[in-house]
């Protein structure tokens, strides 16, 4: 499955990434980047990575999201992970990594039903 990437900013600059599909080795280089892009083109006041729609993710997944944390807090920017699927909560909870992202609750709705409907 691939990785798609949707960027929303919000009018009280918060800038909500949301990709969808699997993050892996193939594919987490995108959310590193898409992180990157946000820090240096938008300056948001907030990062808020909603990972509802992830059905899995890796290791090398888990990294990139560490290591764009870690560039947004470098920059002064709050990056939060939001909506996290079940699998993507588990994971961050195992690695003891759900606390660095906002200790968010899972997402418990249907992988396959947009938001809002």
């Known amino acids: 499955m691939s990785l798609s990437i949707v960027t ?9 990434i949301a990709p969808r599909g699997e993050i892996d080795v193939d594919s987490a280089h995108e959310v590193k980047e898409a992180i990157a892009a946000a820090l240096t083109e938008d300056r948001p006041t907030r990062i808020e990575l909603n990972l509802r729609l992830v059905s899995f993710i890796d290791s090398v997944g888990i990294s990139a999201m560490v290591a764009g944390f870690q560039t947004a ?3 002064g920017i709050k990056l939060v992970v939001t909506e996290p699927s079940r699998f993507v909560h588990r994971q961050l909870w195992v690695t003891g990594l759900l606390g660095l992202f906002g200790a968010p609750e899972p997402y418990l709705g249907d992988l396959n039903t947009p938001a809002g409907a």
């Open 73 to 75: 807090e470098v920059s």
């Open 8 to 16: 929303t900013r919000r009018a009280n600059g918060v800038l909500e």
